[in-house]
């Protein structure tokens, strides 16, 4: 059943040994930041708040990547 629904996907990873955070978005753009747990927490929070969720999560090692939707419009 088609609702219609439009969904925008970005990308999120964490390095934890490296403290670098790498975050892609819809319009192409790659942001590359510092940061630990904290960090990471509030980039989460952050993005929740502008409508984004998280749909997946994969992780191994010392690396965590994550994929966020929302819906377009």
């Known amino acids: 059943?088609?609702?219609g629904d439009t969904w925008e996907y970005c990308t999120m990873e964490w390095v934890w040994q490296y403290a670098t955070i790498r975050l892609n978005t819809t319009d192409g753009t790659e942001k590359?930041?510092?940061g630990a747990y904290p960090?990471?927490?509030?980039?989460l929070n952050a993005?929740?708040?502008d409508g984004w969720?998280?749909?997946g999560?994969?992780?191994?090692g010392n690396w965590i990547f994550?994929?966020?939707k929302?819906?377009?419009g």
């Open 39 to 43: 960090e990471i927490v509030s980039t």
């Open 47 to 49: 993005l929740g708040q």
């Open 66 to 68: 994550w994929t966020l």
């Open 70 to 72: 929302r819906r377009a």
């Open 57 to 60: 999560s994969v992780a191994a």
């Open 32 to 34: 590359k930041f510092g």
């Open 53 to 55: 969720e998280v749909v």
């Open 1 to 3: 059943m088609d609702t």
